[in-house]
């Protein structure tokens, strides 16, 4: 990288391109010395370059822009082409609804006010067009109130640039400010509270604390408020033109072009709480809330922080995890050395908590905040593991609450950070959950995180890892051995199954091919035996082939799977395949599960046969004590939805391609037609066409590319047929996930009258999180447990707020369906459809 390069990127830090130096001031100077100099040779190359660093590292802005201000008073144009593409960056980021960069381009304008670049008023007609375009969504007759995200979305965009140049637009257009402001209190005044009762991570949405009243628009006022009332001063950021104002004052301002902010859509024909629902979340897809605040350490914690630097902190950090996601030791060195003069783990922890278990979901996979977690653990080791703990802690305090996916998130993440520290935990502190009922969520949660750590290790590391809470080893899943129903041993007499599982061995051994297996099968077993011993023979046996590894089972299923497919081709008997699987993989939750998703992957079971095993009897009454049945139904989801997705990329792709193909011959065609037309010499006659050889060319060109288009057509035609069936499949699946829902919660719900809350499932005198300390050992006891119906009620209702939250997109298309057949009716309990609604963000009256 080129020498003016690295320093732009580099401003602000500690390192070898500044010297010794960490002054603001001389990486500001130093900068601008060479990159002055750097704009007479390559001025095209610096300016996309710096606009880049401001935007991809925005807590950086103040020095770039103060930097822009000092090229300013030396090369006005240049920096007035900057200006005009920081406009038209941010016109076209408003026009897409490109979340992210509104929000930074608008910070960034406002530092550049702060440098004396653009001018201070032009600055604020901008805020006044996206404040007006918010009021008029927000209004019940001009606008659509079910886009209020947009509205909320636009207005915080305002708030959250004011730490970057409130104190500058107050002392410089004080009036104008002014009417933003009162613009804003305005829009407060007309909009709707937002509840998001679906989103919360926990129950009784803990997640507020003492802002539970408010919500983020609310909050996010009081906080600039307190930071208007304190005279615009803050810690967080940082503010280097000061040093440099003598100079700046001289430079000329430039004036931004006005703006113009997207329409919502119009209002939906019918105001049915469906037809709001869904375009309120439509609107919250578009312009999701980027966080949801975790407060899970004490307020004495970041007492010392104003709430508008703890506001500036998180967006620090939720920028530098967007912007480094693809290089994680960056990402974590960054975040590590903000540029803030106080210390600020604990809010950091809470970030990175926050975004993990975010609801519908995070921005990025588990892993890569597991990583950054586990990289800031190894940059900061005398202060960053102990709070990362303690957030595991008070998290585990609240396990009772906390939401089941995110509980799932937790425990996948817990796991995973476990492995990259040897499996160090103080299990001993955790030890009293063996005094808890097998339900108890804190129980659960460990037994799921040994169960997940074993499938990261092998069983006997996990045991010695635990060895300071032997007792946990209860906990512990057992030893992973396949449960083979015809294994021989000594003194046992075989049976007639034994041998016919040992004749199907030496038929697999001699690789006989499947429809000489199917043929034996038919002739030799089925007629004699039946349906369910033939099943068992072959499917137990083939498992057992197929065990000892994963590739093993793969390449059985792949050569033998047409065996299954012939004996089991409805979902009566693939849901007693899968039965079967179970049995025999039950001591290895992990194997259940991959052969379960290979079998689906490879057709042999369908989606709809997988959710009747899982809410099968043997299932339903495990729902509450293990997480395997929820993780293998969330595999089949998951599948299904991935296919209809590769499904659409692949017709959009090809869909391309038939424009391309129509477009080739469609000029093959012409080129013909014109050299058809044409009079040339043949024998000294005047004949029509060209030379005979390129006719003869032409003819065979429009001939291809005519066949080529066909078969383009024809390609798309068959996958638009496999996507229409995939549709209709889902469809039923759909039904058939939310009438099993239903049926198995109508069984064990009390009556409505009784319970139409999840409140009102809890013990009546406390909470199930109350706790008590056990004066013998010192640990935490319960004074209240809930009740085993109660865990397993409030279990599957959080399960099935999951998946509906999950999948919402694919489940709206079938919304009037799913309203007519399962959600509608006198005996549809209203703990269910609650559950339901609160995922999809329908309001409930």
């Not at 089925?526 to 023979?537: A, N, Q, R, S």
């Not at 050569?559 to 025999?584: H, I």
């Not at 447990?785 to 399960?799: F, K, N, S």
Request: with cysteine; charged share 25%.
């Amino acid at each position: 990288m080129s020498n003016w390069k690295t320093l732009l990127l580099r401003i602000g830090e500690k390192g070898p391109e500044y010297g010794t130096s960490s002054d603001f001031k001389d990486h500001i100077e130093t900068c601008f010395g060479v990159i002055r100099r750097e704009i007479e040779r390559s001025g095209d190359q610096v300016s996309p370059y710096l606009l880049q660093c401001a935007e991809q590292l925005p807590h950086k802005i103040p020095l770039y822009g103060t930097l822009i201000g000092l090229l300013n008073l030396e090369n006005e144009d240049f920096v007035r082409k900057i200006v005009e593409s920081v406009q038209a960056n941010f016109q076209v980021a408003l026009d897409s609804g490109n979340c992210n960069s509104i929000r930074i381009l608008l910070r960034f304008m406002t530092s550049l006010l702060c440098s004396k670049v653009i001018q201070p008023a032009s600055l604020i007609v901008v805020f006044e067009t996206l404040l007006s375009s918010a009021a008029t969504t927000v209004d019940e007759e001009k606008g659509n109130p079910s886009w209020q995200a947009q509205a909320d979305f636009y207005v915080i965009c305002i708030l959250s640039s004011l730490p970057w140049g409130g104190a500058e637009l107050a002392e410089q257009v004080p009036d104008e400010i002014e009417r933003v402001i009162v613009g804003i209190q305005a829009y407060l005044s007309i909009r709707k509270h937002s509840s998001s009762s679906g989103l919360n991570f926990f129950l009784k949405g803990e997640s507020e604390n003492s802002h539970s009243e408010k919500d983020f628009v609310e909050d996010l006022w009081d906080r600039t408020q307190s930071l208007a009332s304190n005279g615009w001063k803050l810690d967080s950021v940082p503010r280097p033109h000061l040093s440099f104002e003598a100079q700046l004052v001289a430079g000329k301002f430039h004036e931004l072009r006005p703006i113009k902010c997207m329409e919502p859509p119009s209002p939906p024909s019918d105001l049915s709480r469906e037809s709001i629902g869904k375009q309120k979340h439509d609107a919250l897809m578009r312009y999701p809330q980027r966080i949801r605040r975790l407060n899970i350490f004490p307020a004495t914690k970041t007492e010392d922080v104003q709430p508008i630097d703890r506001f500036v902190v998180e967006e620090y950090l939720l920028d530098v995890l967007l912007y480094l996601n693809g290089c994680r030791k960056e990402c974590a060195s960054y975040m590590a050395n903000l540029p803030v003069p106080f210390r600020y783990e604990y809010l950091m922890a809470e970030t990175l908590f926050s975004q993990i278990l975010l609801l519908p979901q995070p921005p990025f996979k588990t892993l890569y905040y597991t990583l950054v977690i586990m990289d800031l653990c190894k940059a900061l080791p005398g202060a960053f593991p102990a709070v990362v703990a303690g957030a595991v802690r008070a998290l585990f305090e609240k396990m009772s609450d906390l939401d089941m996916e995110s509980r799932t998130r937790l425990i996948l993440w817990f796991s995973h950070h476990l492995s990259n520290f040897q499996f160090i935990w103080p299990w001993e502190e955790w030890a009293y959950v063996l005094d808890l009922p097998k339900w108890a969520p804190k129980r659960v949660f460990v037994q799921e995180v040994l169960q997940r750590e074993v499938r990261l290790s092998y069983w006997d590391k996990i045991k010695q890892s635990i060895e300071n809470a032997s007792a946990l080893e209860d906990l512990l899943p057992a030893k992973a051995a396949p449960a083979y129903r015809y294994s021989v041993e000594e003194g046992k007499e075989k049976t007639e199954e034994h041998q016919l599982s040992a004749e199907l061995n030496r038929k697999v051994k001699e690789k006989q091919s499947a429809r000489d297996m199917i043929s034996w099968i038919e002739e030799t077993i089925y007629p004699v035996h039946g349906f369910e011993v033939t099943l068992t023979v072959v499917a137990q046996t083939l498992l057992e082939i197929g065990s000892k590894s994963f590739t093993h089972m793969v390449t059985v299923l792949e050569r033998y799977g047409q065996v299954f497919g012939k004996l089991c081709p409805d979902n009566d008997k693939q849901v007693m395949l899968l039965s079967q699987v179970s049995a025999y993989w039950k001591n290895n939750a992990q194997m259940t599960a991959v052969a379960m998703d290979r079998m689906m992957g490879y057709r042999l079971v369908s989606n709809q046969a997988i959710v009747r095993w899982v809410f099968s009897p043997e299932n339903v009454d495990q729902f509450h004590v293990s997480d395997q049945p929820w993780e293998i139904l969330g595999n089949a989801l998951n599948k299904t939805y991935n296919r209809i997705s590769d499904l659409r990329k692949d017709i959009s792709n090809i869909t391309k391609n038939v424009l391309v193909a129509e477009k080739a011959s469609a000029n093959a065609r012409a080129e013909l037609e014109a050299a058809e037309s044409k009079l040339s010499l043949v024998e000294g006659e005047p004949v029509l066409g060209e030379n005979p050889g390129k006719m003869k060319r032409l003819r065979s060109t429009v001939e291809k590319t005519g066949e080529a288009e066909v078969s383009i057509r024809e390609s798309l035609e068959a996958k638009e047929a496999l996507l229409n069936r995939a549709l209709s499949e889902t469809e039923a699946l759909l039904l058939l996930l939310f009438q099993s829902f239903s049926a198995v919660l109508k069984e064990r719900l009390p009556e409505a009258t009784k319970a139409r809350s999840l409140e009102d499932l809890k013990p009546e005198d406390e909470n199930s999180s109350a706790m008590e300390v056990d004066t013998e050992n010192g640990n935490p006891k319960k004074k209240s447990e809930m009740g085993e119906r109660e865990q397993w009620c409030l279990t599957t209702l959080g399960y099935l707020t999951a998946f509906t939250r999950q999948y919402a997109n694919e489940i709206w298309p079938h919304m009037e369906k799913l309203k007519r057949e399962v959600f509608s009716g006198e005996d549809v309990h209203p703990l269910y459809l609650q559950a339901i609604f609160s995922a999809l963000q329908i309001p409930l009256q």
